[in-house]
């Protein structure tokens, strides 16, 4: 499993409303799914924005079941919240929820039914995530700044998986 050492985060835009992100883990499928969805393990590997902190981190993956994360910054005074549905769970294969993301004015800032599917590669995994949106506009305004910090995240998780 070596060989995912210098797995890095790889961004594709297949379509004018979809983004997909693939990685790859050295880890077994259940290893890397069940740091994505027990939330004990998702706290150690996740990182909030720069000077943000998490605050609650829920995921009932199972169908109608609710995934709920937010962060504050360090004043306290702003929040940025994650809240979204499962509607397909196939344990180890395949994940698939909604996922709407407010300020703490309230503001949806963005919005999306992201599907992750968990693959046998090389004696490890590949974690596909598409996320499809409601047009070009919202795709193009989450695409620039989520690769740097999903990899940060990612990082840990390999770290995490190496520990397990």
């Known amino acids: 499993m070596d060989s995912f050492a210098a797995a890095k985060l790889h961004v594709a835009l297949p379509a004018a409303t979809s983004l997909v992100l693939t990685r790859s883990f050295g880890a077994p499928r259940r290893a890397v799914w069940n740091a994505m969805t027990d939330p ?7 990182v909030p924005p720069p000077g943000w902190s998490m605050t609650a981190c829920e995921c009932d993956a199972r169908v109608a079941g609710v995934l709920r994360l937010a962060w504050k910054n360090q ?10 549905v499962f509607t397909e769970v196939r344990a180890a294969e395949r994940l698939v929820h909604t996922e709407v993301m407010t300020l703490s004015s309230g503001e949806v800032i963005g919005s999306q039914l992201e599907t992750h599917e968990f693959l046998d590669v090389d004696g490890g995994t590949q974690l596909r995530i598409t996320q499809l949106f409601a047009s070009q506009e919202a795709r193009d305004s989450a695409a620039p700044s989520m690769q740097e910090p999903m990899e940060a995240g990612f990082a840990n998780l390999d770290a995490l998986l ?3």
Do not use: K, N, V
């Not at 004990?40 to 996740?46: E, H, I, K, T, V």
């Not at 004043?75 to 979204?84: N, R, S």
């Open 75 to 84: 004043a306290g005074d702003e929040t940025l919240a994650l809240l979204g």
């Open 162 to 164: 190496a520990r397990r």
């Open 40 to 46: 004990a393990l998702m706290r150690q590997w996740m």
